[in-house]
């Protein structure tokens, strides 16, 4: 129940645009993005829910599809701020836990 | 507090030895998760605790792991005859409701080392 995220791995020179994809094999009422620095605590970015209602981050935007369960997250204009390892998250079957996945490393050079 | 807090942030064991660890979530959260982050790997959900319902303990991986939660405050995750594959950084998070619906705030997290 592990949702998958592509691509693995992403470099990109500051100010140019990143899209990171999270998909689900089961269906989905919400999606969470959470962005985890090295060495540091995973810290919330946003939550999507179905209905199309959105609550987070004001500058980086995300798209959730629920008829294909899939999320994507737009990071555009990057910074060098942004740099970190993205983590979706898919309601557990309780609902209650969240269940992520393995992660999109992004790295932005000067 | 101002965050989840966690003790302690680094703990070396031998292997077979029992391991406790401490969470501390932020005041007023009734949800409080526990997750095993192993070394370049994604968060794996290990237990949940909501207010004083059961807790969901079905992402335990073994019986040598267990959670305790008094009310709505301090948790404590312990491991028991630690093995090499419990190396990894354990995280909590806690949240005013389910992480299903809305945003959680993680500790820094305790590195367990199992030598």
């Known amino acids: 129940q592990q949702p998958v995220q592509s691509p693995q791995a992403v470099i990109l020179r500051e100010g140019e645009d990143a899209v990171i994809n999270c998909s689900s094999s089961k269906a989905l009422y919400s999606v969470h993005w959470y962005r985890q620095k090295h060495g540091e605590a995973p810290v919330f970015l946003m939550i999507l829910l179905k209905g199309g209602e959105q609550k987070g981050h004001d500058k980086i935007s995300a798209s959730f599809n629920e008829k294909k369960q899939q999320s994507s997250l737009y990071l555009t204009a990057s910074q060098l701020s942004y740099s970190g390892t993205y983590f979706c998250?898919?309601?557990?079957?309780?609902?209650?836990?969240?269940?992520f996945g393995k992660g999109t490393s992004l790295l932005v050079t000067p | 507090g101002a965050g989840v807090s966690q003790s302690p942030s680094n703990k070396v064991t031998e292997k077979g030895k029992d391991v406790e660890l401490r969470c501390d979530p932020i005041s007023g959260h009734t949800a409080l998760y526990w997750y095993r982050q192993r070394l370049g790997q994604g968060l794996e959900f290990l237990i949940y605790?909501?207010?004083?319902?059961?807790?969901?303990k079905s992402g335990l991986p073994s019986d040598r792991f267990s959670a305790e939660r008094t009310g709505e405050s301090v948790s404590t995750l312990t491991i028991q005859r630690t093995q090499q594959e419990d190396s990894a950084v354990y995280l909590c998070?806690?949240?005013?409701?389910?992480?299903?619906?809305?945003?959680?705030?993680f500790g820094q997290g305790t590195r367990l080392t199992v030598v």
């Open positions: 998070a806690s949240s005013l409701g389910g992480q299903g619906f809305t945003e959680a705030f």
């Open positions: 998250g898919t309601p557990s079957g309780s609902g209650y836990a969240l269940n």
């Open positions: 605790f909501q207010g004083n319902s059961a807790p969901d």
